[in-house]
């Protein structure tokens, strides 16, 4: 059987980013060991229900996980290794936020077991940071930045672009600062307008306005130009890496692998006789904790997947990678014929505009297709 990966929601944060519509939360005092105890509850229900499997990958994310205890996080991780098959160099990362609190518990959590770290940095510009509501300085984003560098063998950070007057040469020079420390993985997120979000009240009044489509493109081409200066290539849409330091665990989602979630509002997707099941636990942390202690789990819905559904998701998922699709994979994960998941015409076209390319058996989107997968995925697909 394929390794699956295992996600991790840890829920809470010490304040909630104005851009931000994950499931996070703020909460002034957490129940440290009351938490642990709960996720090692959730995890062993799945366990006991999926069997032995190959494990690919440990992901802690949020939320803000390096707020958790790392005694936490070393729980966690014993308890998947003895509960799955896990290869020695299994790939465990943590998401972390670069204030000095939590950077000084980066070397316990590499203790506890973490061998990647994901930081939040999200921007090297003062202003930038406010704006965006983060409760960190570019002085602290660049100690957590050369401390995770200096305790973590694989390192990764996050940043935001096309935020409100950002100028192509600001961004550039932004990203080399930022590379020039930790040029190992880089994951790039267009700064959005999500529903609920505060960002989206201020911008209903007309207090925010974001680059136009053309002014983030040139962002966007940027970024690869300035990666590609310290080896990283882009591998996925908004994901830059040097050869062999990409995302094992994202990899799974993208090339639609099988995963357990655990957590306040985790999914899963996990391939059971034929069948591909997709779960959904409560959101809400308090409900989460009492319905994990109750029945040993918080799961609010689970559902078979129907064939096309199946197609559609690997579709979505598997063309935001460079390395594209293989229609063998997803007629063996939908049970579909590949010419079956896709419309012909709108297929011809998208490879006449060079926006779509076969290339050694797969269909990869082009660079020009990449910037254009939000508006040609709904009308590829079946």
């Avoid at 105890?37 to 229900?49: F, G, Q, S």
């Avoid at 050369?146 to 600001?170: N, W």
Wanted: glycine share 8%; with cysteine; charged share 25%.
């Amino acid at each position: 059987m394929e390794p699956l990966a295992l996600y991790i929601h840890w829920p809470f944060c010490r304040a909630k980013c104005p851009y931000c519509d994950f499931n996070s939360h703020v909460r002034e005092r957490v129940d440290q060991a009351g938490w642990r105890h709960a996720l090692l509850t959730e995890l062993r229900y799945e366990a006991a229900r999926t069997g032995r499997r190959p494990l690919a990958s440990i992901f802690f994310g949020g939320g803000t996980p390096s707020l958790m205890d790392p005694e936490t996080a070393g729980a966690l991780i014993a308890e998947a290794r003895a509960l799955f098959d896990a290869p020695a160099d299994l790939e465990i990362t943590l998401e972390a936020n670069p204030t000095s609190v939590e950077a000084a518990k980066l070397a316990d959590f590499h203790a506890a077991g973490v061998n990647r770290l994901s930081l939040g940095i999200q921007a090297l510009d003062g202003a930038a940071l406010q704006f965006l509501g983060r409760q960190h300085d570019a002085a602290q984003a660049i100690a957590a930045l050369e401390t995770g560098r200096a305790i973590f063998p694989r390192l990764s950070f996050d940043l935001i672009y096309a935020r409100p007057g950002q100028t192509e040469a600001a961004w550039r020079a932004e990203l080399r600062r930022a590379l020039d420390i930790a040029a190992d993985h880089l994951s790039l997120y267009q700064l959005t307008i999500e529903p609920g979000t505060r960002f989206a009240t201020l911008h209903a009044r007309g207090e925010i306005a974001l680059p136009d489509d053309d002014a983030a493109a040139r962002l966007y081409g940027a970024t690869a130009e300035e990666a590609a200066r310290f080896g990283l290539l882009p591998y996925e849409v908004s994901n830059y890496a040097r050869p062999g330091a990409e995302s094992r665990h994202n990899l799974v989602y993208w090339r639609y692998g099988d995963y357990l979630g655990i957590g306040p509002g985790a999914h899963q997707r996990l391939l059971v006789d034929g069948a591909l099941i997709a779960v959904r636990r409560h959101r809400a942390p308090e409900e989460w904790f009492a319905r994990v202690a109750r029945d040993g789990h918080a799961i609010v819905e689970e559902t078979a997947l129907a064939p096309e559904d199946r197609a559609r998701e690997a579709l979505l998922m598997g063309l935001r990678l460079t390395e594209g699709i293989d229609p063998a994979r997803i007629t063996a994960r939908s049970g579909l014929p590949f010419a079956a998941c896709i419309d012909p015409t709108m297929l011809t076209a998208c490879l006449d505009e060079d926006y779509l390319v076969w290339r050694e058996g797969r269909l990869c989107a082009t660079e020009e297709g990449r910037l254009r997968l939000d508006a040609m995925l709904p009308v590829l697909l079946r």
